[in-house]
């Protein structure tokens, strides 16, 4: 037995809320001298120190330069009655010039409605490959790293054929086409592979000189690489007029981690017209704070590569941080938000991403939401299962159920979609 072993003490989950340790939450619309945020242009400034803070502290800073090509390597017209199912290659090019590695192919599946105009969409990474969201024999199936689940999907280290449709529940395409839009995915291992690589593989390893010039406490962990990966996809669908996907009505989706992902990629791509956050827990849209559940010494622990080394100074320490997560929420704003939480995903904590998202609203207010939707979210209590509570560009909702996306989920996310990213609504 290690000494390891013997000196790690387990880690007990709290869920009790008589045991949450007493805090103050930081208001988004103070700044770190202690000036108040009264004006949207005050915002602006407000808004660049908080996504700073939620670089340095926790997530890593990734470069703003990005380049990419696109291939459109396959369109069935009529996949569906009614839609065509392509699949891209983007290739993300190395920023460093002195590199010699190749682009990064980054596979996108995406089925669209047949449509005059273009339509609008939900992208959103997937845990297991493109191959997964369906028994379709002719999608491909990822190259790139697979976690090994023991479940016959894997050959161990390789994505095989035994995949297909393992992960359809997640992925209603038709449900989601039939309501007028387009559903896109990538497998988020095409990205960025799902452990400590020491920044050499996916996106990471295309801007290494970029990162060694970041404090060490600054690099990006992976949740920034998926969700750079996000804003490359983003690029790609504007790039590529055979789509027929208006990239001005794009949400971006996650469930846990990947929901803490498209937090951030709604926070650091203000293109994304709308951010979907299911069942993201503690780094997404939980309050740090509170502590139940999952912590962040505990996420420190399980998934430090996750996020920079700066956050593991918050270790059993979360009322030292500078932000909690209302403020990741409130990088949104005035965009459209949808927290989805589930009644049995107690380790996420579902009360704690209703609070944050509850808090988020005097941003959303001061951005121009109307006084009755403001009202809406600030009168609030936690909603009872299978409910949702609409106001204006804040949604919120839980599922009756356990750590999942599931068919319930989506219709809340495409109602706010109707309500948002349609044409006549904007
Ligand atoms: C868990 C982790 C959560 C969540 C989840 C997932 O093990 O503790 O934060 O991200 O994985 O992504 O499925």
Known sequence: TSTMAQTTKKFVPNYDESKIPPYDLPAALQTEN????????????RRAETLRLFEEHVFGIMPGQRNIKVKVVRSDRDYRPGVTRHELDVSILPLDSSTD????????????????????????????????????????????????RRNGTTDGS??????????????PSKMITDRGYAMLTVYYGDIDPDFDDGFENGVHGLMREFIASLPENHRPGSIAGWAYGLSCVL???????????????????????????????????????????????????ALCRRAIGETVARINTSFPHWFNDAYLQYNENESALPI????????????????GSATQD???DPKGEFLAWQTA???????????????????????????????????????????????????CYLDLADRTLQTESR
Request: aromatic share 6%; proline share 6%; glycine share 8%.
């Open 361 to 411: 609203a005097p941003v959303y207010q001061l951005l121009g939401m109307s006084s009755e939707d403001v009202k809406v979210v600030e009168e609030a209590s936690m909603p009872n299962e299978q409910s949702v509570i609409n106001a204006g560009p804040m949604q919120y909702h839980l599922r009756e159920g356990k750590h999942d996306l599931a068919d319930y989920d989506w219709e």
């Open 158 to 171: 390789k994505a095989i054929e035994a995949g297909r449709g393992v992960a359809s529940t997640r992925w």
């Open 324 to 339: 909690d997560q209302h403020q990741l929420i409130a990088l949104s704003a005035p965009r459209a938000i949808a927290v």
């Open 235 to 285: 690029d790609a669908i504007e790039q590529t007029e055979a789509l027929n996907v208006d990239a001005t009505r794009v949400g971006v989706l996650g469930h846990s981690r990947l929901g803490k992902t498209s937090l951030w990629a709604g926070a650091t791509d203000p293109r994304f017209a709308m951010v979907i956050s299911n069942d993201s827990g503690c780094g997404g849209a």
């Open 34 to 45: 202690g000036d108040r945020v009264q004006t949207a242009e005050q915002w602006n400034d």
């Open 101 to 148: 590695r190749s682009p990064l192919v980054v596979q996108v599946l995406a089925d669209v409605p047949q449509s005059d105009d273009p339509v609008p969409a939900i992208l959103g990474l997937n845990f297991q490959g493109n191959h997964t969201i369906d028994e379709d024999p002719k999608t491909r199936i990822p190259t790139s790293w697979v976690r090994d």
């Open 346 to 348: 107690e380790w996420a």
